[in-house]
């Protein structure tokens, strides 16, 4: 805040200099972020899909996981020589593992979870969102001998890297959506469909929801028009 050294080496008077220190002050250190918008979400996957062989299979990602571990030679002494170590020291000890018990269970549920998601829905890694099928948490829960709200718990803000992106788990489960007489079909992959029709028509003349509805119904997806204009919508697809 001293002008008037400030300005010695610059050979101008103290109150040039101390304009040029307001106008400094008044500058943007980042100029592009008037420019930039909302940061992306960054996130780490906890699971990961690839391909072994003919089969796809789920690992856990480590990285996106605590590496939190008990002192081995401590903790066998400690239950060795009971007796002698304090109650409060015990406590802690119990604390601890049931901690580290805690977050093995918790990554092996993920898993399990994941690894269940992935047989289920392996057409959906060799095609896409058109393979993805009808799959209810409480369908898992069964299989897995767990509670649906168990699995409602691991499925959230939890994700899944795969070679077609990254995906929250909760993406892979959705009620069947009664498409036509014998055919039900995730809303997921309804609305995958829909895109395709609409990117594949002219640019001059859009469809609108009853002829995309009709264009639906004739590959024997029967939707009603307001669903259709529901899943426009959800995909973000201006209407005519």
Partial sequence: GDMSRVARPTGAPAPAVADAARAIRRMQPKPGAAFAQDLAPYVVPEVVVRRQGRVWCATLNEAAFP????DRSLSDWAHAQRNQVPQEARQLLERAE???????QGSATILAVAGEIVA??????????????PLEMRDVAQRLGMHAST???VVHNKFMATPLGTF???????????AGAAVHCAPVALQ????????????QQPHSDVQLAKLLAQ???ALARRTVTKYRQALRIESV
């Fill in 67 to 70: 590496r939190l571990q008990l």
């Fill in 98 to 104: 049931w901690t580290v018990q805690n977050l093995r």
């Fill in 120 to 133: 289920r829905q392996s057409l959906f890694f060799e095609h896409g969102a058109f393979a993805l099928k």
């Fill in 151 to 153: 699995v409602s718990r």
């Fill in 168 to 178: 929250e788990l909760r993406h892979f489960f959705a009620r069947s959506h009664p």
């Fill in 192 to 203: 995958a469909l829909l895109r395709s029709i609409v990117e594949a028509e002219p640019a």
């Fill in 219 to 221: 590959q024997g997806f």
